[in-house]
Each structure stands twice: as C-alpha cells, then as structure tokens.
C-alpha cells in the first residue's frame, strides 16, 4: 500500500494545496476505503505497473492512479476508463515524456467511444465540452493528476508549459453514437462493434467553428477545414493530428448527403492544406533546417494534417444554430501520436506492459 | 478533532544515486568531439560555431555530429553508445 498520513479532517484541503498535491481545486480525500473501491471495480492487483516513462525513470501503479483518481471525484465505475487512458499515455508512440512537458502546454485528451460512455452518464450532447457532467470533468482530471503528482508535470518542474489552457484540468470528449451509415469512432478504427475505446491526444484547446446558414456539406467542412489551417497554430504546415469534433447539425448534413466519414476526412485533409504564401501573409517562415517536414508541393501546399487518416472525426454536441468544434494536436506526429486502447470489461487481466515498460528496471 | 487518513498521491521513490563525472583529461592525439543536434531549427549550425569557436582557440579535434529526427525523443541506446565509443567529449543542448 502506499504511504499514507493521518491529519485533521478540516485541514486535508489546505494540507494537499499546501503539498501541491492539487490542480488548484479542490480534492475528495483519498482514504484507504475510497481508493480500495475503486481498485475493486478492475479487480487487479494494487501493486501492478500500468507503465513507466524511461526517460523520467517513473511509473504508475493501480493503486497510485486510483488514489489520483479518487482525488479527482472519479466514481469507481469510471476507473476503467481512466486505466485505459493512462494505458495508451505509457504507449511509447505517444510520447508521454514530451507531451507532458513541451513548452507547446498540451493536455491529455480522453475521447471515449462506445456504450460505456452512456453507461458511466457522460454528456456528449450540448455543452460537451464545458462543465456540469461528473464523467466528463473528472475523468481527464484523474489523468492530470496523475502525470502532475507521479510523474512530475507541474510547473517549476517537469512542465515547460509557456501557457498552457483549460483543457489541462481536464478535457473529455465523450462521442455521441452518429446515425446509421456512420460509425463510432471505435469501429472506423477496427474495434468490434460494442467495444469501448479510449483514444489519447495531445491536443491544443478547442476553438468552436460557426456555420449556421447553409446546409451544403462542401461549404460546411470548408468551414472547418479554415479552423484546421490556423497559421498560427504551431502545426500549420507541418502535418499533424487533430480532432475534429461535428456538431449534429454539421454532421447531418454530410450524412444526408451521402458522405462517408472517410470522404469528410479526405475532404478536410486537402482544404487544410496551406500555402507558402498564406503562412508568409501571417508572418510564419518556413523552417529551413528543423525536423519538421515543411517542404511544399509542385503547388506550393503544405499539410497542417498528416493525412486523412490522421483526423480524428467524432460526432458530439448539441442541436442549435450548427455548430462543431477543432482541437489540433499540440506538435506534428514525428513527436507524439494519438494512442487508442479499448476499455476493458472489470476483471479481464492487465496485459503485458510492453518492451517500454518491460526493459525498465524497477524497484520498489 | 476528526483525524482522516488519506493515501498519499505522489512520488515517493528516492533519487538514484549520482553517476560519478568522467575524468577530466587533457586532449589525445586523434580527438573526436561528438554534437548532438536536438533537431530544432539552428541546433545543428549552433553547435558548429561552438567547435568554430573551440578551434579558434587553438584546440585541433574531429567532429562527430548526430541529428535528432524529433526534439521530443531521446537519443537511441545504440546511438548512446556508439557515441561513447568514438568521441572523447560530447556536446548537446536542450531548449528553443
């Protein structure tokens, strides 16, 4: 078990602020009886690795992001999902170690798909990404408080966050199943229909897109896609990921009109792209020599995505005069990827942690 | 007075032990100085002038540069190692 202290039960806020043990907000105490239930739900072993970061010598266990995610408010029937999370941030394609703490300020973004997003009460329709849902608020938070209190993301330390946004308390984008032909995300990424995934981002903080007059799918997704082309991003050019999260209306409008999710991606993909002389007009140079891949082509275009594949699409929000919403990726791919782990049903074993955990020594 | 017990949430482990500094030596026949360029835009022209400026003062070595494809990610443990094997002093940086 971990350490633990006894204190005056009308001095544990000020005693966590005090030990930086908080985001700046309040906790539930993590008592024994507290962490233990959430522990239960999984049925593992406390002592168990979920996965290190090598290049920070830490690791987190079971019972270290139980105790975070207590703190955080998390009921105990959300933890799978949390376990998932924290699985895909210990993938080594995600880049942990610099996600955490890149002057860039990324946050740990959690976009749950599939029916245990209903099941736990998350809210994907209006107000999806603001405050007033359980799930939502806390979930993410676990994740920050677990990289901030085990694996040193704080400010002074481990985080060069230059600034930083909202979205680090804690940013949860639970899908709302889109209608039939769509899929959820989880199934247009393979998983079996019924599975729940978590899928990890690093992202920027999300900027809300308007297009309320027209119902024309090439002019809706122009819309976005003039979101996904910011030259002011830090991506733009440089080919990244990026969520793009479809409003119902937005959504609609595609689906009436025949689009599949692969040819909206493939649509965003190439209006996305910017122009030398677009980056120039924003003051943006191209970088000469850096390990970014800034060279354009025979027309003079630079990718801001990856590819198609390389957008996350998810339908969620709410009905109202047509609205969506864009988070890129805080960093282009050859720094961090986004990682999808499904949600594991209670008492299916752990796997193995993999060569980035397992090549680790580790002593407790 | 209420007492409570809460578990702690944080990082308890001790800090390993220090590595002990190589030894300070003065310069060999047939010095390689190694630069590793972190990958972001003038790291590797930054490190140069540093050897500019070193042989400017009189020094006379070799240069083994290694560029990072990515700032975010560490050197490979065969890359570590190479380096270790033919340069004598090894120049890196972290930063913007």
């Known amino acids: 078990m971990l350490d633990s202290l006894t204190i005056d039960e009308a001095a544990v806020q000020e005693e966590f602020f005090t030990r930086g043990w908080t985001d700046g907000l309040p906790i539930v105490p993590p008592t024994p009886e507290r962490v233990e239930a959430m522990v239960d739900v999984i049925e593992g072993d406390p002592e168990t690795l979920i996965g290190v970061i090598p290049a920070r010598n830490r690791g987190v266990t079971i019972e270290q992001a139980a105790t975070n995610a207590v703190m955080a408010g998390c009921l105990p029937e959300y933890f799978p999902v949390v376990l998932a999370a924290l699985e895909a941030m210990f993938d080594p394609a995600f880049n942990a170690h610099t996600a955490l703490s890149s002057t860039g300020g990324a946050a740990l973004c959690v976009v749950v798909s599939g029916p245990i997003a209903a099941e736990i009460d998350m809210n994907a329709r209006s107000g999806v990404l603001g405050p007033g849902n359980r799930a939502n608020a806390t979930i993410g938070r676990a994740l920050r408080l677990v990289a901030r209190n085990v694996l040193g993301a704080r400010t002074g330390e481990m985080d060069a966050s230059s600034f930083g946004h909202p979205g680090k308390y804690s940013f949860t984008v639970p899908e709302d199943p889109p209608p039939a032909p769509w899929r959820t995300l989880a199934e247009e990424l393979g ?44 991506c733009a050019g440089k080919g990244a990921q990026g969520l793009v999260m479809l409003g119902p209306e937005h959504a609609w409008f ?40 800034m060279i354009p082509d025979s027309d003079g275009m630079l990718k801001c995505l990856g590819s198609p594949d390389e957008i996350y699409l998810v339908t969620c929000g709410g009905e109202g005069a047509g609205w969506s919403a864009y988070a890129p990726s805080w960093a282009p791919k050859i720094h961090a990827t986004a990682v999808t782990r499904r949600v594991r049903p209670a008492g299916e074993p752990l796997p193995d942690c993999g060569p980035d955990g397992c090549l680790v020594p580790w002593a407790r | 007075m209420a ?31 190694g630069l590793i360029a972190n990958g972001k835009p003038k790291a590797k022209e930054l490190l140069e002038l540093i050897a500019d400026e070193l042989r400017a003062r009189g020094h006379t070595f070799e240069t083994e540069l290694l560029r990072k494809p990515s700032a975010g990610k560490s050197i490979t443990a065969e890359e570590a190692t190479a380096m270790a094997a033919r340069c004598h002093l090894v120049i890196t940086g972290l930063g913007d």
């Open chain 1, 191 to 234: 998983y079996a229909a019924g599975d729940t995934t978590v899928t990890l981002l690093p992202l920027e903080g999300p900027h809300q897109i308007a297009h309320q007059l027209d119902g024309e799918p090439e002019r809706v997704l122009r819309t976005v896609a003039a979101c996904m082309k910011n030259p002011a991003a830090f």
């Open chain 1, 254 to 293: 595609c689906i009436e009109a025949g689009w599949s999710q692969r040819d909206v991606r493939e649509f965003l993909f190439r209006e996305s792209m910017i122009s030398v002389d677009e980056l120039e007009a924003a003051g943006v140079a191209l970088e000469p020599d850096g390990h970014h891949d």
């Open chain 2, 3 to 33: 007492t409570i017990t809460v578990l702690r949430p944080d990082h308890t482990e001790s800090l390993p032990e220090p590595v002990p500094l190589a030894p300070r030596e003065a310069p060999a026949e047939g010095f390689v100085l």
